[in-house]
C-alpha cells in the first residue's frame, strides 16, 4: 500500500490547475444508461471513484471508450440491469445507476451497501421516492430488488433530509417517467444542478435543477450527449485552505468560487486573502490565522466535504473554533490523528472544539475516508518535521495527481510504495 510522505514547512506559491469534479462526473457518467447511442463526456478526473463507476458501467454491459481525460459511454445492449456488491462496497455512489437502469430497463438490482466510515448512509428516501413512483421493491439476500411495469409514475416527492445522490437519482429515473414528478427539499448542490442541464441536453424536461424545487416532466426518450464536466469545487476549496495555512499565494486557475461561496466567507474571516483575477482566484496567506466557528449545512452552507481540511487549518489559528458537523453524524475520525500531530480538540457529540496550537509536528498517521486524508495531507504541509501517511488509496478515490500538484507549488512531498 502506498505513503505518503511530507517534509513541513514550505510555503505554497504559484499556479495550479483543478481537475474535473469528482461527484458530478459520477452522477453524469450514470445518465448515459438513459440513452442507446454513443455519449461524450470531456473533463473527466482520473480517479479511483471513476474507475469504479466504469467497472459497474461495464459490468451492466456499456462500452466504454476512453482517451486521457474523455470518456465516450453507449449503453445499447444492457445484458445485467445489476450493481454487485463487490462494487457497491467500495462506492456507496454506485447506487446512481438505480434510478436510470429502473425508468428504462423496468427493472434493477443493487446492493445495498452497508456501512460507511462517515456515517450509516441509508438509501430509504431513494427507495421511498422509487416506490411513490409506482416501483415494486423488494430487500433480499442483501440486494434491492426493483421492479416496474409499465413505467415509473410521476409523483410528488417530498424528501424528508436533503439528499444529493438521492435528488440525482429520483431526477434521473423521473426523466423517462409518465408524467410530472415533483421534488421538494430537492439537494441544491451544484452537481445536481449540473446534471440537470445534461439531462435537459438530452432532451428531458427539467425546470429548477439547483433549487429545492425540481419539476420533471416525463418523456418517453432521450438522445445522446456531449459534455465537459465542471471542475471540482472541494478539491479547489482543499488547494485554497493549503494556501492560507502554509502562509502561500497561490492562484488555482478554474476555480468555481461562486460555489464556494461558505468556504470563502470563513476563510477571510480566519484571516486568509482572496483575490479574483482574470485567470483565477488568488489565495493569499499573510495575516496569522483567526479561530472561526463552522457549522456544516446542505448548499449553499458550508460543505461537509470541507469540514476535516478546515479543521486541520483551526488546529494551528489563534483562538478556539467550534465546527459542527450537522450532515453525517460520524465524519470526526480524523480528529484522533490530528491529535497524533499535536492538535488540541475535544469531540461533544456533533461539535469538536478546536484550540488552535502555535505549530502542528509531523508524525506517522492514517488516512480513514477521503477527505480526512486531505486533512492530513494540509495538516502536513504545514507541520514541523516529517507527516508519513498511510492508506492514501482513500485519497486516490477523489483528488487527481494531488502529490504533482502539491510538488509543484513547491511542496515537499512524495509518495512511496509500501
Ligand atoms: N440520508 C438518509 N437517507 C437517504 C439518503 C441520505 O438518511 O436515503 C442522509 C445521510 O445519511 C446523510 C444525509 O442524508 O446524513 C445527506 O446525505 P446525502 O444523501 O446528501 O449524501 P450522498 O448523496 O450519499 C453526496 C456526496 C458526498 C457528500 C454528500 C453531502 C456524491 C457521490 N457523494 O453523498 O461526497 O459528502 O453528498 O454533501 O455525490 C465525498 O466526496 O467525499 C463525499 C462523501
Redesign the pocket.
Known amino acids: 500500500m502506498d505513503k505518503i510522505i511530507i517534509q513541513g514547512g514550505n510555503r505554497l506559491a504559484g499556479e495550479v490547475g483543478i481537475s474535473g469534479a ?3 462526473a ?2 453524469i457518467l450514470s445518465s448515459a444508461l438513459l440513452t442507446d447511442e454513443w455519449n461524450t463526456f470531456y473533463n473527466v478526473p482520473k480517479l479511483k ?1 471513476i474507475d469504479t463507476i466504469k467497472t459497474l458501467l461495464l459490468h451492466i454491459g456499456a462500452e466504454v471508450q476512453e482517451k486521457g481525460n474523455d470518456l465516450k459511454i453507449r449503453t445499447r445492449n444492457i445484458q445485467n440491469a445489476e450493481a454487485p456488491y463487490a462494487l457497491v462496497k467500495t ?3 454506485s ?2 445507476v438505480l434510478g436510470p437502469l429502473l425508468t428504462r430497463f423496468k427493472r434493477a438490482r443493487v446492493s445495498l451497501p452497508g456501512g460507511c466510515a ?11 421516492a422509487l416506490e411513490k413512483m409506482g416501483a415494486d421493491i423488494k430487500i433480499e439476500s442483501g440486494y434491492i430488488d426493483v421492479k416496474v411495469a409499465p413505467r415509473l409514475k410521476g409523483a410528488k416527492i417530498y ?10 437519482n429520483i431526477m434521473m429515473a423521473a426523466t423517462l417517467a409518465d408524467g410530472i414528478t415533483i421534488l421538494e427539499n430537492a ?1 441544491c ?1 451544484p ?1 445536481v444542478a449540473e446534471l440537470a442541464d445534461v439531462l435537459n441536453n438530452m432532451g428531458a424536461c427539467i425546470k429548477g435543477g439547483g433549487t429545492d424545487c425540481i419539476t420533471i416532466e416525463g418523456v418517453d426518450s432521450l438522445k445522446p450527449v456531449r459534455h465537459t464536466v465542471m471542475p471540482d469545487r ?1 478539491e479547489a476549496g482543499t488547494f485554497m485552505v493549503a494556501a492560507g495555512m502554509t502562509k502561500g499565494n497561490v492562484l488555482i486557475k478554474n476555480c468555481p468560487i461562486h460555489n464556494l461561496e461558505a468556504l470563502a466567507v470563513k476563510l477571510q474571516a480566519a484571516g486568509v486573502e482572496i483575490k479574483t483575477e482574470n485567470d483565477g482566484v488568488r489565495i493569499i496567506g499573510n495575516s496569522p490565522l483567526q479561530s472561526v466557528d463552522v457549522k456544516t449545512l ?2 449553499p452552507g458550508f ?3 470541507m469540514q476535516a481540511q478546515f479543521m486541520a487549518m483551526m488546529s494551528i489559528a489563534n483562538g478556539l473554533s467550534v465546527i459542527t458537523e450537522t ?3 460520524n ?1 470526526f475520525m480524523h480528529v484522533s490523528e490530528l491529535q497524533r500531530m499535536g492538535a488540541d480538540i475535544r469531540i461533544d457529540g456533533r461539535n469538536a472544539i478546536v484550540k488552535g496550537m502555535p505549530f502542528l509536528s509531523g508524525a506517522p498517521v492514517m488516512a480513514t ?3 480526512a486524508s486531505a486533512s492530513l495531507i494540509l495538516a502536513g504541509l504545514a507541520a514541523e518535521g516529517v507527516t508519513e501517511i498511510s492508506r492514501v488509496y482513500h485519497l486516490d ?2 483528488y487527481e495527481r494531488i502529490e504533482e500538484k502539491l510538488s509543484k507549488l513547491g511542496a515537499n512531498i512524495k509518495r512511496v510504495k509500501a
Not at 462517515?118 to 421511498?128: D, E, K, V, W
Not at 424528501?159 to 440525482?168: K, P, Q, R, Y
Open positions: 469528482k461527484n458530478a459520477l452522477a471513484d462506492m456507496r455512489a447506487s446512481l462517515i456515517g450509516a448512509r441509508p438509501m430509504n428516501l431513494h427507495l421511498l424528501f424528508d433530509i436533503s439528499t444529493v445522490t438521492g435528488t440525482e439537494a448542490e452537481e472541494i446542505p448548499y460543505p461537509t466535504d450532515v453525517f453524524e465524519r475516508d477521503l477527505r478515490r477523489g
